[in-house]
């Protein structure tokens, strides 16, 4: 139940953190808000290393720089899959693939699920893709290239997380300050080679430091929730991302939600009951 909570309060950090960000991004380049991001980020994870404590073990370093990888190369291809669209087909592939391959390998890892488990953990999944499929899913066919890139940066989101989840349990915050360090350098050096294409609009400064720290503290319970609980359950309950953010969206900028995502939201709650049984 402590692994489902801490679960739940990621998926909400990082919906939370997507709505700002998207915000953000509105105003001015993606790459602008992230430079802003991705520090304010790392501040937090700092701040939380004489609190939580952090052993830079081998293996901490290790995992902790493989997840930072994974989360350049996840904002780069998510980037790129954005720009050919069309999103209401794509989202909700990169969605499910995030949420179906660590729960394929907590699997292969040897966890088992109960009965309502097995019920539960396919409906979410049911509910990653609804919730994440705005308003006439289908309508459009994506290209060949489209679809690969919503495969890979739905690969590079799942591989953060199964690496945060491979390191050692008493490292503490190392992975995700280590993670946080190499994927904030690649991201400020992708910005330092593509500044004449960034524009001249400033950043939403306040915004965008907002999302940061939100995205760390969704790294950070998704982190803990593993720990205490299955790779599988934590990370399907942890792509239901898209909720927080559909549920801002309406609330903050009275933005319609479709019935497709209505039915998402209902079986997404259905599906963490079931799990919370498990």
Not at 138 to 151: H, K, N, Q, V
Not at 256 to 265: E, T
């Amino acid at each position: 139940m402590i692994a489902l909570l801490l679960a739940l309060g990621s998926s909400l950090a990082y919906g939370c953190a997507d709505f700002l960000g998207g915000l953000g991004a509105r105003k001015a380049h993606v790459l602008r808000t992230v430079m802003i991001a991705a520090p304010a980020s790392l501040a937090v994870e700092l701040l939380l290393w004489p609190v939580l404590g952090a052993s830079f073990s081998a293996a901490a370093l290790g995992w902790g720089a493989a997840s930072g990888i994974a989360s350049a190369a996840a904002f780069a291809l998510l980037y790129r899959t954005l720009a050919i669209g069309p999103m209401n087909v794509l989202s909700p592939v990169t969605a499910l693939v995030s949420a179906a391959l660590p729960v394929g390998v907590g699997l292969l890892q040897g966890e088992h699920l109960a009965a309502a488990g097995l019920v539960g953990l396919p409906l979410a999944l049911v509910a990653v893709v609804l919730v994440s499929a705005g308003h006439g899913a289908g309508s459009a066919r994506p290209s060949r290239t489209a679809l690969l890139l919503a495969f890979g940066a739905g690969a590079a989101i799942a591989l953060q997380l199964i690496f945060l989840h491979q390191a050692p349990s008493d490292s503490g915050v190392a992975p995700l300050i280590v993670g946080r360090a190499v994927s904030s350098a690649v991201t400020l050096a992708a910005a330092g080679l593509l500044h004449r294409r960034l524009g001249p609009e400033r950043p939403a400064y306040a915004m965008s430091a907002a999302a940061g720290v939100l995205d760390s503290l969704a790294n950070l319970l998704f982190l803990l929730a593993a720990r205490s609980g299955d790779l599988a359950v934590v990370a399907v309950i942890t792509a239901l991302y898209p909720a927080g953010t559909v549920l801002l969206a309406r609330g903050v900028l009275a933005e319609r939600i479709h019935r497709g995502q209505l039915v998402g939201l209902g079986t997404a709650a259905v599906a963490v009951s079931l799990l919370a049984l498990t």
